[in-house]
Nanobody, 127 residues
Framework: QVQLVESGGGLVQAGGSLRLSCAAS????????MGWFRQAPGKEREIVAA???????????YYADSVKGRFTISRDNSINMVYLQRNILTPEDTAVYCC?????????????????WGQGTQVTVSS
């Protein structure tokens, strides 16, 4: 059984930083395309960042325009973790953030193509 558990959410002031973690079990993050999504109150869930499955050509990453230059997705295969480092946070970044895994190659930006989801962690950015 595959499980994804997020942690690291909380309350942070605008301009601050926070790192989210996603612990995977039942499947290695190195063999999965991984993604971070968020859902703000009253809005649809949207992709924030994605990283490809490990391949001979190396990792590829994707970032939504709203977070480019501020967020970084990374992976630690040795401990089966995926991270989302978030800097220069704004109140617009307030949302429930969740990680997802897909049993496929490449960068996956479509929610429908992800096979496993975590429960999410709340992040609140105060102004």
């Amino acid at each position: 059984q595959v499980q994804l558990v997020e942690s690291g959410g909380g309350l942070v002031q605008a301009g601050g930083s926070l790192r989210l973690s996603c612990a995977a079990s039942g499947r290695t993050v190195s063999s999965s395309a991984m993604g971070w999504f968020r859902q703000a109150p009253g809005k649809e869930r949207e992709i924030v960042a994605a990283i490809s499955r490990v391949s001979w050509s190396g990792d590829s990453t994707y970032y939504a325009d709203s977070v480019k230059g501020r967020f970084t997705i990374s992976r630690d295969n040795s401990i089966n973790m995926v991270y989302l480092q978030r800097n220069i946070l704004t109140p617009e970044d307030t949302a429930v953030y969740c990680c997802a895994a897909a049993r496929t190659f490449g960068i996956i930006t479509s929610q429908r193509r992800y096979d496993y989801w975590g429960q999410g962690t709340q992040v609140t950015v105060s102004s």
